[in-house]
């Protein structure tokens, strides 16, 4: 039963508290600003790309390197365990390691746009940053990363990702955690009491427990979900629209 619960709890958790995911907007249409006056000079050996975004500003960044790196934490967890009579009998302890992995960029400055920025011919990726917190249709623009592969004069245009943050179902999603311990519990202290003697005179006492435990842990849980569906936010994708641009 306890097994039940934590899965369920995970699984709630999980869903309820990732942003409802929108579809991303039209790509852009290939317009492009002139940007003649800010092409700079050629570079040897790299490919001109003019960038713009269709929201406001960004300051454009090419990827040079990426540095990994992993961070292992132990937890160790100590559990009383009890008999059949509600007697403290032993102590289980457990150990559980979790493996966090963390990214480190080399960052190229390439322009603000909109510009043009010179690429070494192949493979690049770009990273679209704003200079300041901007929005569309009430959700915050974030940075945009764009494949490019450059071989030839290329125009790039991207409508950045975008998120509408609440508090993500995190509150709601502790109420589900907190109706989820009343279920455990609930469901341990009922059949428990069927255990007692009579003898003891508390029988009663923990079926009542039991199922006050239950009913406040399933109300908690209902109220959870829909407070955390309520407030889960809303994440919409980048669109990005790239063109050759014909040879001057």
Request: aromatic share 6%; net charge negative; proline share 7%.
């Amino acid at each position: 039963m306890k097994t039940m619960v934590a899965l369920t709890v995970l699984a709630a958790f999980s869903f309820q508290c990732s942003p409802v995911l929108v579809a991303p907007p039209a790509a852009p249409a290939q317009a492009l600003p002139d940007v003649s006056e800010v092409s700079g000079a050629p570079v040897a050996e790299r490919v001109p790309v003019a960038l713009d975004v269709v929201d406001g500003s960004v300051a454009a960044y090419r990827t040079v390197a990426q540095h990994d790196e992993q961070f292992n934490t132990t937890v160790n967890v100590s559990t009383r365990v009890y008999d059949s009579h509600g007697n403290y009998d032993h102590t289980e302890h457990r150990s559980s390691t979790y493996t966090t992995y963390v990214s480190d960029y080399d960052l190229e400055p390439l322009c603000v746009t909109p510009c043009v920025a010179w690429l070494p011919k192949g493979s690049s990726e770009l990273r679209l940053t704003p200079l300041h917190p901007m929005t569309r249709d009430g959700r915050d623009l974030k940075e945009a990363l764009v494949s490019v592969t450059a071989t030839a004069p290329l125009a790039v245009r991207a409508n950045l990702p975008s998120e509408h943050v609440m508090d993500h179902g995190v509150l709601g999603a502790s109420f589900i955690v907190l109706g989820a311990m009343g279920l455990a519990g609930g469901a341990i202290a009922a059949p428990f009491s069927l255990t007692r003697d009579p003898s003891y005179g508390d029988r009663d006492a923990w079926l009542t427990g039991g199922l006050v435990s239950l009913g406040v842990g399933a109300g908690l849980v209902l109220v959870g979900t829909i407070l955390a569906l309520a407030t889960r936010g809303s994440r919409q994708q980048q669109s990005v629209t790239q063109w050759l641009l014909p040879p001057k």
